[in-house]
């Protein structure tokens, strides 16, 4: 058989793949040597994708409790359900919780039924977790929600910083292209972390500075460019919007003042600052560590004033870049998946609800934003949600605070979810489970962190009564009345309405910024190649706000938080060869290799203070919660920190478990969580 081109299933890189299917459900992966992502390249997860695509743990039909049903009587039973609670308690007491995981098809017609005819803002998604603060730094300094650059940028910059970015392990084929580029160029690289990562370990520099104080870097770096006169004055004067008070803002943000409050040797920082000044085609990668962060939108806006001071953005090799995690958290990003924008890049300007709704000739449009995944979940507490429907996702393991989320699936009225595997620690608590198409069983698109859109395609037929998630919100739809608007019959019926209502004007105007979007609606769906919206974004230095500028947006180191009884500071992220809550990885025995079980990382003085042994157990606790970690004892922690992993789950183990130690505090303005710095404390077992 030929091979089929489809998009990997992980992260953001979005790499393309070749799967030949054999015998079976077996099928052989390689890299497409076509894709511009990651031209033939794969990582470890994305090489082993042919093992994670057994039958093993499949929802293979519907349920309603611990029964099995068929598809008509699940399906009225959900739009029933949902039609009498929005009837009797009105719209904002039903919501959605969705995934980076779904395909833009799925993503546009979950957000079509929740905000053009259930009339409610109540969809939100697991991206919120991922990549949200950086959605509201673009909003308030480019005036959308645009990327402003591409991975052709990585190629042509001769200055790399990677801030709370483990690139090596959570971006591998990033992390690839960027040594390419060192190798051929000479390209410095600068790795900002509180932690030595392996993506630190052939880097130029390593600045390990103290977690929480990435404001007062980018600020004191900012004052260094304006001392040297590097500041792009010209591009100021054109193309930003500047606030009074934005220089004196920074005027105590000297050498050693930013190097105390960073914790960092005052010579590295010298070299940053040095290297910054110096380089125009600089580009700062950041993901996790900015993002998730109860700072989160002001650390990803002063990284951002600090290129549209230097004018770098919109120049090849010079640009801010947020990396997303998840494999299409940019496709729901696009057609308007997160409960605080509306679609196509959109607010709840009125004018915007009223064109929308108009396009969509909606019954019931939402004309306000929703709440946020962390506010969604205390009000299903409170009683205000009384249905919820998850798809493909995992909030009892994902969120923070986990025990308080799973007292509130407790207390839902009725919950749907909507997955490929049949036990999760969410599943446990619904009442009805739908069976989705998985990985190599459905049809549709992904948009990457470049903003490119590439297919994910079929090569398996879908198993037992499995469905895809378009399908199966659409009939709930269609059986709560509105049938003519969601009579989908194709993926492809959905990508052109998407593509459509992306490139409509109105009123004069194009509801989305970029150039180049209308070339969306000719591609064949069928034999779609990989394309990207527009070209280089912002290359003639105008921006999508009432002036035509962006904005410097005044940002302040805050006050690190007073620690007393948790004296330690608890950071969490990925391993390299596991994914998410591993319903997928955790079934590859070539992945599980790499690290077996969740450790927590702790430096050697820490432990020897807290009478830990390499190797033995100690108990995490934080204010939220304790669990149980095997120690690993590594220099490569800064002292006062520890590190544990996200991915294991109820399912895989007692211990280990990240999110009963994370606290709900969120981001004032993205709603993000701030998972990185969670006073903490450890003491042997
Ligand atoms: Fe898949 Fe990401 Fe690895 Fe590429 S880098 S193969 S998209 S997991």
């Known amino acids: 058989m030929s091979p089929v081109r489809t998009t990997c299933?992980?992260?953001?890189?979005?790499?393309?793949?070749?799967?030949?299917?054999?015998?079976?459900?077996?099928?052989?992966?390689?890299?497409?040597?076509?894709?511009?992502?990651?031209?033939g390249r794969l990582c470890s997860k994305g090489t082993h994708l042919g093992e994670t695509v057994g039958l093993e743990g499949r929802l293979l039909h519907p349920m309603i409790g611990q029964r099995q049903a068929n598809w008509n009587k699940a399906l009225d039973l959900v739009a029933r359900k949902f039609a009498r609670t929005i009837s009797k308690y009105g719209p904002d007491s039903v919501a959605f919780?969705?995934?980076?995981?779904?395909?833009?098809e799925d993503y546009y017609v979950a957000n079509k039924l929740m905000k053009g005819f259930i009339g409610s803002g109540n969809i939100d998604t697991n991206s919120r977790l991922c990549m949200s603060s950086a959605v509201a730094g673009h909003i308030r300094?480019?005036?959308?929600?645009?990327?402003?650059?591409?991975?052709?940028?990585?190629?042509?910059?001769?200055?790399?910083?990677?801030?709370?970015?483990?690139?090596?392990?959570?971006?591998?084929i990033v992390y690839q292209r960027?040594?390419?580029?060192?190798?051929?160029?000479?390209?410095?690289?600068?790795?900002?972390?509180?932690?030595?990562?392996?993506?630190?370990?052939?880097?130029?520099?390593?600045?390990?500075?103290?977690?929480?104080?990435?404001?007062?870097?980018?600020?004191?770096?900012?004052?260094?460019?304006?001392?040297?006169?590097v500041l792009d004055e010209t591009y100021l004067k054109r193309s930003v919007e500047v606030p009074s008070n934005f220089w004196s803002s920074l005027d105590n943000a000297d050498l050693w003042t930013t190097a105390k409050t960073c914790d960092v040797p005052a010579s590295d920082l010298a070299t940053l600052f040095d290297w910054f000044a110096a380089t125009p085609r600089t580009v700062t990668l950041f993901s996790q560590g900015i993002n998730q962060s109860v700072r989160g939108t002001d650390q990803v806006n002063a990284i951002t004033n600090l290129h549209l001071a230097t004018g770098r953005v919109g120049k090849p090799g010079a640009a801010p870049f947020?990396?997303?995690?998840?494999?299409?958290?940019?496709?729901?990003?696009?057609v308007g998946g997160l409960a605080s924008t509306l679609a196509a890049h959109m607010d709840f300007a009125p004018e915007n609800v009223e064109r929308v709704g108009r396009f969509w000739s909606a019954e019931r449009m939402a004309t306000k934003p929703g709440l946020k995944a962390?506010?969604?979940?205390?009000?299903?507490?409170?009683?205000?949600?009384?249905?919820?429907?998850?798809?493909?996702?995992?909030?009892?393991?994902?969120?923070?605070?986990?025990?308080?989320?799973?007292?509130?699936?407790?207390?839902?009225?009725?919950?749907?979810?909507s997955d490929v595997v049949s036990e999760t620690d969410t599943s446990h608590y619904a009442h009805v489970r739908l069976p989705a198409a998985a990985w190599g069983e459905k049809d549709g698109t992904v948009t990457n962190s470049e903003r490119l859109i590439s297919r994910q395609r079929a090569f398996f037929p879908l198993p037992g009564e499995a469905k895809p998630d378009w399908w199966i919100v659409s009939q709930v739809a269609q059986r709560m009345g509105w049938h003519d608007a969601f009579n989908y019959h194709h993926p492809a019926d959905i990508w052109r309405e998407h593509a459509r209502l992306s490139t409509y004007e109105n009123d004069g105007r194009r509801l989305f910024a970029l150039p180049g979007h209308s070339g969306a609606l000719t591609r064949t769906y069928d034999s779609m190649t990989p394309f990207r919206w527009?070209?280089?974004?912002?290359?003639?230095?105008?921006?999508?706000?009432?002036?035509?500028?962006?904005?410097?947006?005044?940002?302040?180191?805050?006050?690190?938080?007073?620690?007393?009884?948790?004296?330690?500071?608890?950071?969490?992220?990925?391993?390299?060869?596991?994914?998410?809550?591993?319903?997928?990885?955790?079934l590859s025995p070539k992945l599980a290799r790499h690290r077996d079980e969740p450790r927590v990382e702790v430096h050697p003085?820490?432990?020897?203070?807290?009478?830990?042994?390499?190797?033995?157990?100690?108990?995490?606790?934080?204010?939220?919660?304790?669990?149980?970690?095997?120690?690993?004892?590594?220099?490569?922690?800064?002292?006062?920190?520890?590190?544990?992993?996200?991915?294991?789950?109820?399912?895989?183990?007692?211990?280990?478990?990240?999110?009963?130690?994370?606290?709900?505090?969120?981001?004032?303005?993205?709603?993000?969580?701030?998972?990185?710095?969670?006073?903490?404390?450890v003491s042997p077992q």
Request: charged share 20%; hydrophobic share 35%.
């Open 534 to 586: 527009g070209g280089q974004p912002f290359a003639d230095g105008t921006f999508p706000t009432s002036t035509g500028k962006a904005r410097l947006v005044t940002v302040r180191q805050p006050p690190l938080e007073h620690k007393s009884a948790f004296p330690l500071t608890l950071n969490t992220g990925r391993y390299r060869d596991q994914w998410h809550s591993m319903t997928r990885t955790g």
């Open 374 to 417: 962390v506010d969604l979940f205390r009000a299903i507490r409170r009683g205000e949600i009384k249905a919820l429907w998850v798809m493909a996702t995992n909030p009892a393991v994902s969120l923070p605070d986990v025990a308080r989320v799973r007292d509130a699936l407790g207390r839902c009225e009725f919950l749907v979810v």
């Open 322 to 334: 947020s990396i997303t995690g998840q494999p299409n958290a940019m496709g729901g990003r696009e």
């Open 178 to 229: 960027i040594q390419a580029a060192r190798e051929k160029r000479g390209t410095k690289l600068v790795v900002v972390d509180p932690r030595r990562t392996e993506t630190c370990e052939n880097a130029d520099l390593h600045i390990a500075l103290k977690p929480g104080t990435d404001i007062a870097l980018m600020n004191g770096l900012l004052a260094h460019c304006r001392r040297s006169g």
């Open 141 to 172: 300094a480019l005036g959308e929600d645009v990327v402003p650059a591409t991975y052709d940028d990585l190629d042509a910059a001769d200055l790399i910083i990677l801030i709370g970015s483990n690139t090596a392990w959570c971006h591998p």
């Open 605 to 681: 003085r820490d432990g020897t203070a807290a009478r830990l042994v390499d190797g033995g157990l100690a108990k995490v606790t934080t204010a939220v919660g304790e669990s149980l970690f095997r120690v690993s004892l590594v220099e490569s922690q800064r002292r006062g920190e520890l590190f544990v992993p996200i991915h294991w789950t109820d399912q895989q183990s007692t211990g280990g478990r990240a999110g009963k130690l994370t606290r709900p505090l969120t981001d004032p303005i993205s709603g993000q969580p701030g998972f990185k710095s969670t006073p903490a404390a």
């Open 97 to 104: 919780y969705v995934s980076g995981q779904l395909l833009t």
């Open 9 to 39: 299933a992980y992260c953001g890189v979005g790499c393309g793949v070749l799967a030949t299917p054999g015998e079976g459900r077996s099928v052989t992966i390689a890299g497409d040597p076509d894709h511009p992502a990651n031209a």
